[in-house]
């Protein structure tokens, strides 16, 4: 059987031994960090550093914006692992390959995943510079990452999906927030394969379908931590009006850019998140 259609739980044998020839460190939470997000590393006390190089069958990040890099430590004194980018199946891997990270932090002795990403807005009220709070996510990639032989060890065959983004996490999100004094909101993100922008008419469809951002990862994340009982959260970041809301080509330095100024309200909550997850 070869290592694509293996499950899950021989690939995470490979990956934990490798991490713990770093440390034995068992993180409360695990972070990923999307394009121009990684700034967050810096308010880790870090024990290991693993570039996704290192990690058996993971390619470097080729991302902008993404260094490609596990790292293990504590974040306001709370244990965590934070993926300081991600792999996306736009660069040419599969929806098995993408998710391994995920799984990984589980593997690892996470229980909660917190998910961030840049996004484009689809609801003209949620312009450049939003933090919105995901609700909800609508998969639109045409993949799935539970296709295939079912790993009984890590979830069920047919996992529900009705609360996938968990509603207490959310509320502390919200509350971390609050305390910090940055304006976020609430909405439902769609997740589209990549790596070409939306079209205009395709920005319309997602508009009619509710969503209120769009980009090109997290759904199969939060698809495959939710069937291996990570309890999962998330913030995304709008950089940009979609296709036909910006009066401008859409282009990644412009992504990059506007990371670059809201990251550190990001920061700001998801230090607060932590400081207040029971220990």
């Not at 979830?155 to 009705?162: H, I, Q, V, Y």
Request: with cysteine; charged share 20%.
């Amino acid at each position: 059987m070869s290592d694509t259609v293996a499950p899950y739980s021989r690939r995470l044998d490979l990956l934990e031994a490798r991490v713990r020839v770093e440390t034995d460190l068992r993180p409360v939470l695990g972070l990923v960090l999307g394009s121009g997000l990684g700034g967050l590393v810096d308010e880790i006390e870090a024990v290991a550093t693993v570039p996704f190089a290192e990690l058996p069958g993971w390619p470097r990040a080729s991302a902008p914006g993404h260094s490609g890099r596990l790292v293990l430590g504590h974040l306001q004194g709370l244990p965590v692992a934070c993926l300081q980018g991600r792999l996306h199946m736009y660069e040419g891997l599969d929806e098995r390959q993408v998710v391994e990270p995920v799984l990984l932090l589980r593997r690892l002795g996470a229980r909660i995943l917190l998910l961030t990403n840049a996004s484009g807005g689809v609801d003209p009220a949620f312009s450049a510079g939003t933090l919105m709070v995901i609700r909800d996510h609508i998969n639109l990639t045409g993949r799935n990452p539970l296709v295939g032989p079912n790993d009984e060890a890590l979830g069920p065959r047919f996992p529900d999906m009705s609360a996938v983004w968990d509603g207490e996490l959310r509320d502390r999100l919200l509350s971390a927030a609050r305390r910090e004094q940055v304006e976020v909101r609430e909405g439902i993100y769609v997740g589209l394969l990549g790596p070409s922008y939306e079209t205009p008419a395709e920005v319309r469809m997602i508009a009619t379908l509710g969503a209120h951002a769009v980009g090109m990862s997290t759904v199969l994340e939060a698809i495959a931590a939710h069937w291996a009982g990570l309890r999962v959260c998330g913030v995304s970041l709008v950089t940009n009006a979609g296709a036909g809301l910006s009066p401008t080509p859409l282009t990644h330095e412009e992504v990059l850019e506007a990371a670059e100024v809201a990251g550190p309200r990001l920061v700001r909550i998801i230090r607060r998140f932590a400081v207040d997850l029971d220990r």
